[in-house]
């Protein structure tokens, strides 16, 4: 069952993630990633990366207090979980990206997208940890 808390960090991981990622791939970096391959369409399909996201959202939302259960909710806990849970995306992401598609150098691809997925999950994670800061008092 889906919770008020679940439902308000997926509405803000969406929002984070959306005002993130859309200037990041699309407005600022859009010509590196295109020039190494890593986009290759003209125009994204914004269904797929609206499904991802609200796909992480939830998962991420429903994990989170399993948790809380044996510890106190701090937003640095909140933020450790998220990069651990984000760096399974980033593989995905990244590593399983750069080794089935063509992107040259693959090198600069993972450096510009391990900052943005470092930068991604921490504000998600923050945002995370405020929502449940009230769990464990």
Do not use: C
Not at 72 to 86: H, P, R, V, W, Y
């Amino acid at each position: 069952m889906v919770n008020i808390k679940q439902i308000k960090f997926l509405i803000s991981y969406f929002m984070i993630t959306m005002g993130w990622a859309y200037p990041w791939h699309v407005i600022w970096f859009h010509d590196k990633y295109k020039e190494w391959g890593a986009i290759t369409r003209e125009h994204p399909v914004m269904w797929m990366g609206i499904s991802a996201i609200i796909i992480q959202g939830l998962v991420i939302g429903y994990l989170y207090p399993f948790i809380l259960k044996q510890k106190d909710n701090t937003i640095f806990q909140a933020i450790k979980f998220n990069l651990i849970i984000g760096l399974m995306t980033y593989t995905a992401m990244g590593f399983a990206t750069a080794a089935k598609i063509q992107i040259e150098p693959a090198s600069d691809f993972l450096i510009f997208h391990t900052i943005f997925q470092f930068i991604q999950f921490t504000l998600t994670g923050t945002a995370l940890g405020f929502i449940y800061r009230s769990q464990t008092k």
